[in-house]
């Protein structure tokens, strides 16, 4: 009322009909209003208008406060999503499976995924090929690719086969398959036989004949000792056979087949690429793609499994392993291409621990590990084998 009787008394004033006037001058009485009613605290109801400019300073006085409000609000997620970056970083690091998520891939069902298969297995960019298979785990479309805990520790020679039975004369690392005391009689052998020769041949050859041979039969052990002492793995190469290793009475294409086939097992539990495919001597073979890079330390524990696994794959099967020396020398690549060095001790550790994962991952999927290897034998294609390991 008040308001209204003012603005009726100016109504004759000539600046009465601006309207910045009008609107000073209805914030100021309003305020006044709201003073009076406050002091003589009537309770009667405030007026359309008062009730219109209390709201107008609530809105005034909390616009700053909102504002602080959302600028914190801001700096917390920012904060957040940075800690969840470094905690995703930290996981991969420790060898788990990380997916965002922010990254919602649909599952596929079983058909569409082995639909998908061929022009996946087909991909020629690693990198590409490699996103592909992250989004079907993190869909859960596939369950064995990538199963595998790549998270390294010291392993010695003693844990190795009191746990899973391999040894490093099992998987062929040390030739000690052959003793001293078969080198022994290897030498007694040789002096023996020939001091007889020698002998013999001055006795029963004709005498110039028979010199020349007994100066030969003399040399003979000189120069069997001096190969000893050069190349001692010769020799014991040439013990081992005539000792008649069972090794040697198992088919080579089937033992080819089960290394082939423990690698391909454990580079795809280990989420290896696949990068070619190939039959060689009517054996199937298959390539994992990592680039000519730098390797993290989770990749550097994916190969020493995969590299390790065609020793462990033999030596659980017969007992011994053959080839080891082509398999270590790619395990020795794969040390000098890590982002951080890797010491002489540390090299010996996570290759006893590659030999024991990989032994493990086969026992744990020893049936599965089983078909594939009766499908290399038949040169199966690689869809295939895939479709057996996640059946």
């Not at 087909?122 to 990198?127: F, G, L, S, V, Y």
């Not at 290897?186 to 020769?197: E, I, P």
Request: aromatic share 8%; glycine share 6%; charged share 20%.
């Amino acid at each position: 009322l008040l308001s209204q009787s003012l603005l009726h008394k100016r109504s004759g004033h000539k600046n009465h009909t601006h309207s910045n006037y009008r609107k000073i001058m209805n914030v100021k009485l309003s305020a006044l209003a709201l003073f009076l009613a406050a002091s003589v605290n009537t309770g009667a109801a405030f007026s359309p208008s008062v009730v219109y400019s209390r709201a107008a300073i609530r809105q005034q006085v909390a616009a700053p406060l909102r504002s602080s409000a959302d600028d914190e609000i801001e700096k917390l997620r920012a904060a957040a999503a940075k800690a969840r970056q470094e905690a995703e970083k930290l996981s991969k690091e420790l060898g788990k499976d990380v997916t965002t998520a922010t990254a919602t891939v649909p599952k596929k069902s079983m058909e569409e995924f082995k639909a998908m298969l061929p022009a996946l297995v087909a991909e020629t960019d690693i990198a590409k090929q490699a996103e592909q298979w992250s989004e079907l785990k993190a869909s859960k479309t596939v369950e064995a690719f990538g199963q595998a805990v790549l998270r390294t520790f010291p392993v010695s020679l003693q844990m190795l086969e009191q746990r899973t039975g391999l040894s490093a004369e099992s998987m062929g690392l040390e030739l000690t398959n052959v003793s001293m005391d078969d080198f022994k009689y290897a030498t007694l052998y040789v002096l023996g036989f020939s001091s007889v020769a020698g002998v013999a041949s001055l006795a029963f050859l004709p005498p110039n004949v028979g010199a020349t041979f007994c100066y030969f039969f003399a040399l003979f052990p000189i120069l069997f000792l001096g190969l000893g002492s050069s190349a001692p793995e010769l020799i014991a190469n040439a013990i081992a056979s005539i000792k008649g290793e069972q090794g040697e009475r198992v088919p080579q294409q089937e033992r080819i087949c089960r290394h082939e086939a423990a690698h391909f097992c454990c580079g795809y539990w280990c989420a290896l690429p696949i990068s070619g495919y190939s039959v060689l001597d009517g054996v199937a073979r298959v390539e994992f793609g990592v680039g000519n890079k730098k390797f993290s330390s989770t990749e550097v524990a994916a190969l020493s499994v995969t590299a390790l696994a065609g020793l462990a794959g033999e030596a659980k099967k017969w007992g011994k392993a053959e080839g080891a020396q082509a398999d270590l020398m790619q395990l020795e690549s794969v040390f000098r291409q890590s982002e951080e060095f890797i010491g002489s001790g540390d090299q010996q550790d996570i290759t006893r621990w590659g030999a024991l994962t990989a032994s493990n991952l086969l026992k744990a999927n020893e049936e599965k590990y089983e078909k594939v290897v009766e499908a290399f034998s038949r040169q199966a294609s690689v869809e295939e084998c895939i479709e057996i390991l996640e059946s």
